[in-house]
């Protein structure tokens, strides 16, 4: 198990577009990290790679039992993703593991079809709705090297991050 460091914002590999990915050995590797430091962080749902430092186009997602997703594909390990189709609109709160202080009001499509690869190669696609689809967006700008702070409707959408003490 290997958990990496989340890269905070203003790093700038936050902000660059990301070389894409070839299947293989390095591309399981960096799943693995993906998914071991994705699970590492309290109410995590997705890590992109460049959030740990590492400029290539993969992320990993994981939605289940969340409260507000409908469609759950599970695990889902993606590198070099394509957003194929995007349906309707909504706007709702986000927040990053890069900027851990806020959370803001974003616009995103509610229903989503993505492609790309898993670490092996084959061809995946995703059709997603609600919850998942916003956290596939997310992801995907990370790798486009967008923030949530980027998308941010307007000054006021932004928000200091609630903390809680037990």
Do not use: W
Not at 19 to 26: A, H, K, R, T, W
Not at 137 to 145: A, N, T, Y
């Amino acid at each position: 198990m290997t958990i990496r460091d989340v890269v905070r914002y203003p790093d700038p590999i936050l902000k660059q577009r990301l070389p894409e990915l070839q299947p293989g050995p390095d591309a399981e590797s960096l799943a693995r990290d993906l998914v071991d430091t994705m699970r590492a962080s309290a109410h995590s749902v997705g890590i992109a790679a460049n959030q740990i430092g590492i400029a290539h186009r993969m992320f990993v997602l994981d939605v289940t039992g969340h409260k507000k997703a409908k469609s759950q594909h599970g695990l889902v390990v993606m590198m070099n993703p394509i957003v194929l189709h995007r349906e309707d609109s909504e706007i709702a709160r986000e927040g990053c593991m890069s900027v851990p202080d806020f959370t803001g009001d974003v616009r995103r499509a509610q229903r989503l079809v993505v492609q790309g690869q898993s670490p092996d190669g084959s061809v995946l696609v995703v059709e997603a709705d609600a919850f998942e689809a916003r956290a596939l967006q997310h992801e995907i700008d990370h790798l486009d090297g967008f923030l949530f702070l980027d998308r941010v409707e307007s000054p006021t959408s932004l928000f200091q991050r609630k903390r809680y003490t037990s």
